[in-house]
């Protein structure tokens, strides 16, 4: 459990974002995963360390999205979000 929740907290490093995203790009393309298709990949296997990778891989991908899609919101949703950021890290 704590190595997932390290590895989705360093997840949002902006720093690692061209990495990721190449990697993920990697990943579809090597695997052809498309349109939703051959998505089995990530858990036809019988290996418990190549699971919990690629479950882990899944993990960080999801969590990165939700981490970059904030300015994608309405503007009253960031707004709020922002302040609440400022004020967390004031106190």
């Known amino acids: 459990m704590r190595k997932r929740v ?15 995203l190449a990697a993920l790009k990697n990943l579809l393309s090597n695997n ?5 298709k051959n998505v089995e ?18 993990m960080e991908i999801v969590m990165h999205t939700c ?9 009253h ?3 709020k979000w922002t302040y609440l950021l400022f004020e967390e890290f004031f106190e």
């Open 77 to 79: 949703v960031v707004k």
């Open 6 to 20: 390290i590895g989705l907290i360093l997840a949002t490093d902006m720093a690692k974002h061209a990495s990721d």
């Open 41 to 58: 990949y990530f858990t036809n296997t019988e290996d418990e360390n190549t699971l919990f990778t690629n479950q882990q891989q899944v």
């Open 67 to 75: 981490d970059v899609s904030v300015p994608a919101r309405d503007f």
């Open 32 to 36: 052809n995963i498309q349109n939703g």
